[in-house]
């Protein structure tokens, strides 16, 4: 995976991703195996849609019937029982994040921006001019990020997930004015991430 989909460059990436499901699902066959999945709601433009046609293909060949739903949208369904589905659900994963505006279970609009973790990986390799498998390593050992990162004496990562957040508000706050028939919400909505 590069930014959220399969990497275009990685050749046996489809076929590693097809052993990982096999091994955790197995092959079905039959009208009973449906395998429901997270995806990403890419917009126009995005490389996304190779991505879902391979995995989809392959999900098919495996004996699947693969439906997908938006990641974001997965979090207003696991997270916002209490407020009828109502909420945006955020999820910021290690390619994307991604965004969905529920009213009571219905999406109004879902999207995903390739700003997550891999972009702040890269960023702050690219601040201490070095690779970024070392900022990874940093970021997942058990210790908290801060103390960890101070103790390696980097440029602060601080701006990244600024930038990253800046640039989740800023797309929100597009996606939100561009909707045609945005339902009449009454008090504030939900947010879980």
């Given at each position: ?47 996304g849609a ?119 508000v800023a ?23």
């Amino acid at each position: 995976m590069l930014r959220g989909v399969l990497n275009g460059e990685e050749a046996s990436s489809l076929a590693l991703v097809r052993e990982i499901v096999k091994l955790l699902a197995g092959d079905q066959k039959g009208p009973e195996a449906v395998l429901q999945r997270s995806g990403a709601a890419l917009r126009p433009g995005r490389r996304g849609a190779p991505h879902e046609a391979e995995l989809n293909t392959m999900l098919n060949e495996l004996g699947y019937d693969s439906r997908s739903i938006s990641e974001g949208l997965a979090v207003v369904y696991g997270e916002m029982e209490n407020s009828n589905y109502t909420g945006i659900g955020i999820s910021c994963g290690g390619g994307l994040c991604n965004v969905c505006l529920a009213y009571l279970s219905v999406p109004v609009f879902s999207f995903s921006i390739p700003k997550a973790g891999d972009y702040i990986d890269s960023s702050v390799a690219k601040l201490r001019g070095e690779p970024a498998t070392p900022i990874r390593t940093i970021k997942r050992r058990i210790v908290p990020l801060q103390r960890a990162l101070r103790e390696q004496n980097p440029p602060c990562p601080q701006r990244c997930y600024e930038d990253m957040i800046q640039a989740l508000v800023a797309a929100l706050k597009d996606t939100c004015a561009s909707v045609e028939n945005m339902p009449k919400l009454t008090r504030p909505v939900s947010k879980r991430i």
